[in-house]
């Protein structure tokens, strides 16, 4: 269990699976800076968190909560879900979820699914499979559900205007408890991985901090020989 004190954002994780060393320069040396990806995601977080947006949230039996704040002390992580649609049955039923539900205005959920807004479309990677899947967690613990009482969640992105159903099994739990411990590890040793140039290098707003380019370790004339006598093998 892990004390207020030592809860981290559970943005970090995203941070996290895209890049150690930006993860670090953001939550160790406390660095930041904008480019039109990040301005554009904050928008559109704005706009799910948006109030003024929730009288057309309630469907039957369905009452869509906008920027719950979310905790686990298991994990040490804290943060804000975008939306969290709980489908309600009568109190009696959940009594489990009530007391929560009833602070919001409804009876027990029944089943819960909590939805992550994103600015692009669906990555190669699993950075926000594994954010969604925290939230998950967390809402598991807040509301005293057993591990696995929220079976799925979804991911709108801005690009495509689609939301991507995401099933939060075994796999995925077991990968972002994973990036939790890893994610301590790395801020609880207050030690910034080294820069390594790579092509995602381009897409991230604290490149002009990080500057992988000019810490690139410098190529000794011993490294230039072998590199020239492996070129020249490659073409004999």
Partial sequence: MFTAAHHLPISALQHLLFCERQCALIHIERLWAENRLTIEGGLLHRKAHDPRRASGDRRKDVRSVRGLELVSNRLGVFGVADVVEFRTLVAEAAPAASSFMMN???????????????????????????????????????????????????????????????????????????????????????????????KKCDRCSLLHLCLPDALRPRKTPVMYLREAVRESLAMA
């Fill in 104 to 198: 919001h205005g409804d009876a027990a959920a029944i089943e819960v699914t909590p939805i992550e807004y994103k600015r692009g479309k669906p990555k190669k990677h699993d950075a926000d499979l594994v954010q969604l899947c925290a939230q998950a967690l967390c809402l598991e613990e807040m509301l005293g559900m057993a591990a696995g009482g929220i079976a799925r969640g979804a991911i709108f992105y801005g690009r495509t205007r689609r939301h991507l159903d995401v099933e939060l099994d075994s796999s995925l739990r077991a990968k972002t408890e994973a990036a939790t411990r890893r994610l301590h590890d790395l801020i609880g040793g207050g030690v910034t991985p080294l820069a390594k140039r790579e």
